[in-house]
């Protein structure tokens, strides 16, 4: 739990011994690893309390939008209309502002054997964003263990949404 808040992992594990688990929190990617013959190996930088990824300033394996990257002013026009949003880097806003995906607390729907799927209804009086946005992300690990990200999202007005997840992949994987 996090604040009183349970935080959920989904894990799915394909027949190679790949593993993934996700978070409720953020969409955080808290474990993605293989089965070797001396143990796992872990493919991602994790932590395995949730605390520790709310703390970090990095954003590690977490999902970011609306917008990733940096409004300049925090400030934008959308078809000839300005919208300003939370300046959370000095005047800038930065991967969404405070109440962003990197925060949100999703609900797990239609996961099965290879896929989570979390949604959330972003909403505009929470993240400051022009109108609300139905989102759901969802992560497929394959046989081949590849993982895969998707977003389908519904605006429920004009808005903008540009997101990404911020990976964080362990260089002494030795996957280079």
Same mark, same amino acid.
């Given at each position: 739990?996090?604040? @009183? ?11 190679? @011994?790949?593993?993934?688990?996700? +978070? ?6 808290? !474990? ?33 939008? &609306?917008?990733?990257? #940096?409004?300049? @002013?925090? %400030?934008?026009? +959308? ?7 939370? %300046? $959370?880097?000095?005047? $800038? ?9 990197? =925060?949100?607390?999703?609900? %797990?729907?239609?996961?099965?054997? #290879?896929?989570?799927?979390? &949604? ?10 022009? $109108?609300? +946005?139905? +989102?759901?992300?969802?992560? &497929? ?7 895969? =990200? ?7 007005? !004009? ?6 997840? *911020?990976?964080?992949? &362990?260089?002494? %994987?030795?996957? *280079?």
């Amino acid at each position: 739990t996090l604040h @009183g808040v349970p935080v959920v992992g989904y894990y799915r594990e394909n027949a190679r @011994g790949t593993r993934l688990c996700v +978070l409720n929190l953020g969409g955080i990617v808290q !474990d993605y690893s293989l089965r070797t013959d001396t143990g796992r190996l872990p493919l991602v930088i994790g932590y395995d309390n949730a605390a520790d990824y709310v703390q970090n300033p990095f954003q590690i394996n977490k999902q970011i939008g &609306r917008v990733a990257g #940096r409004i300049v @002013g925090a %400030a934008f026009d +959308l078809f000839g209309k300005p919208c300003r949003v939370e %300046a $959370n880097e000095g005047r $800038n806003a930065l991967h969404g502002g405070s109440h962003g995906l990197a =925060v949100t607390r999703f609900d %797990a729907v239609a996961a099965d054997g #290879r896929s989570v799927v979390l &949604r959330s209804r972003l909403q505009q009086s929470a993240d400051g964003y022009p $109108n609300d +946005l139905d +989102l759901d992300i969802s992560y &497929r690990l394959d046989e081949d263990d590849r993982l895969t =990200v998707t977003y389908r999202a519904t605006a429920l007005g !004009d808005t903008v949404f540009d997101p990404t997840l *911020h990976i964080y992949w &362990r260089l002494d %994987a030795g996957l *280079h």
